[in-house]
DNA sequence: ACAATAGTGTCTGTTAGACAGTATCGC
DNA sequence: GCGATACTGTCTAACAGACACTATTGT
């Protein structure tokens, strides 16, 4: 019977300066020495898959709540891992913006790096990485039209336009900020008003909100309008 | 280093009767003798996680075009196989409705069975299938409405009485005809019309359709008429 | 005052949902 | 004719997108 090793890899996306970011390492050591490549690392002996998950995103970002956290999915070919047959188990984090861009970074060769850099024959990530980022990538971007999880990009309490901007960086276009306001604030469930209001953002104080208990939007929000294409799902083997 | 067993489960679904029917074994042998199971079997030393899903497809209904297969999710609890360390890549499929009942079922211990036999404390399954096969349902139900997944549950050519019928047995929802005929012949490519006919359903003949290019749905069909959606109508707005 | 952001109202075109009505088969 | 299914048209309420307008801050 075949053995295999199995590995845990994170896609941790937060937004920097307007713009999706992916937290990378570089490695130290062969295969791949020098070169970029998603955070991650092997199962132990007793360790479920999630807990895995968990402990790399920790040894990474000292974050562990607040955190956003989901499977993405599985890449085992052969050879993907000169050191042996491998399958990894690829996770999707998302990351507050207000987390101090230097976390994770610290005293390690970890560093946030726009997505795009990754993209189209930019940077070379180790391995199959590229494919597994362009998948967290093309998950992240899909869920916001359908799901409240643009509100995993934000600190717990938030303004809307705080929203709206997490809106704009992942689609990388702009948004109607009246019609998008009107949209959110009118969804059942989908934000929580709180009595606090903040003014960081300069003009008139905004209102802050936290998460509903929405998890799936309907009607969604679309990016129809911003001509953007979704990319087939490479885990769809047809 | 750890090693690990490394399986590939299968979620496959067809529609029977106007109910959504799941594929599965009965074990022959420890552990979980006699029990009901998903089908799968272990990942070869050099095959690629996706030729492991379509080789078990293949052995368990001889069908290997015209299915659809997805990756779903991995499995990897400590202890979810007494015999060894194992993670599994569960993967979904879906089956036309007119492909043989009996296929797969031939000269080994498969069946088909209505989903919600397994569901809510009924028949059980070995190691963690019941979860899995649970994963595999929502996800055909989820995709359903913004993708034009229905048609992997119909022939290559199908009427949209056909195509209705596979919503209404996936959502456990009556559809209106009218409604459902609009939206889904206006939606620009999510069916090709032929110039064939079929009247096998007995009253006027239909048109036969073709899976159209389209691979996201926008705006979705909803399943708002089976309760999902908050009221609306607020009389205690100035 | 002015710039900037927050938030509301209003108009228009499109669509979902409800359902009347017509078309074309088998019996 | 009658039942069944296919398909078209029509009405209404709701919503998306566009955008005018007011509100409240900092400078």
Redesign the pocket.
């Known amino acids: 019977m075949q053995e295999f090793f199995v590995t845990v890899d994170l896609v941790v996306l937060t937004i920097l300066d307007g713009s999706l970011n992916a937290l990378v390492v570089k490695r130290k050591y062969p295969p791949f020495e020098g070169s970029w490549a998603l955070p991650g690392g092997y199962v132990a002996a007793d360790e479920d898959l999630p807990a895995a998950a968990y402990r790399e995103l920790e040894e990474e970002t000292n974050l562990r709540e607040g955190v956003h956290l989901e499977q993405l999915a599985s890449y085992g070919a052969p050879g993907r891992d000169p050191r042996g047959r491998t399958v990894t188990i690829a996770w999707l984090a998302l990351l507050p913006s207000s987390s101090d861009p230097s976390a994770g970074t610290d005293a390690s060769d970890a560093a946030w790096r726009p997505v795009t850099d990754f993209m189209e024959g930019g940077l070379p990530l180790a391995f199959d990485h590229a494919q597994i980022l362009a998948d967290g990538v093309e998950r992240a971007r899909a869920k916001l039209e359908y799901s409240p999880l643009a509100a995993a990009f934000c600190p717990p309490e938030f ?4 929203l ?1 901007a997490v809106y704009e960086a992942v689609w990388g276009a702009p ?9 959110v ?3 059942p469930g989908f934000l929580e008003p709180t009595s606090q ?3 960081v ?7 802050l ?1 936290r998460r509903g208990t929405l998890d799936l939007l309907n ?4 990016r ?2 911003t001509g953007l294409t979704a990319p087939q799902g490479s885990t769809d083997q047809s």
Chains 1, 2 share one sequence.
Not at 201 to 207: C, F, L, W
């Open positions: 303004t809307v336009g705080q709206r948004i109607d900020p009246r019609n998008f306001h009107r949209k604030t009118h969804a209001a903040s003014n953002d300069g003009g008139r104080p905004a209102r909100y009607p969604p929000i679309t129809a309008t």
